[in-house]
Nanobody
């Protein structure tokens, strides 16, 4: 069982930056690939980024590539999403999730544990 708690969301202007954190409970954090997803009002939840168990491999959605960076600190049981160059279309609730799959999947159905989400709002 893994419990995930996101933090770091907020309101910022276009071009600004935010860093989301995802704190995990339990001693098996390093056993999970971590993913980030987002859901805007009226839209389906979509893949944003994923990071491997060791943190040396990442994968991004085309819409955030070059602007967002996923990282993790297994000693602190925490995953991060650094978001730079934010755009109004990045406005959404952001979720972190954990999957036992050994690969960087962007499929929601393969993630077993989910956080409660944190709101990110980018004004123009």
């Amino acid at each position: 069982q893994v419990q995930l708690v996101e933090s770091g969301g907020g309101l910022t202007q276009a071009g600004g930056s935010l860093r989301l954190s995802c704190a995990a409970s339990g001693r098996t954090f390093s056993s999970y690939v971590m993913g980030w997803f987002r859901q805007a009002p009226g839209k389906e939840r979509e893949f944003v980024a994923a990071i491997s168990r060791s943190g040396n491999i990442t994968r991004y959605a085309d819409s955030v590539k070059g602007r967002f960076t996923a990282s993790r600190d297994n000693a602190k049981n925490t995953a991060y999403l650094q978001m730079n160059g934010l755009k109004p279309e990045d406005t959404a609730v952001y979720y972190c999730a954990a999957t036992p799959r050994p690969y960087l999947t962007g499929s929601l159905n393969e993630y077993v544990y989910w956080g409660q989400g944190t709101q990110v709002t980018v004004s123009s």
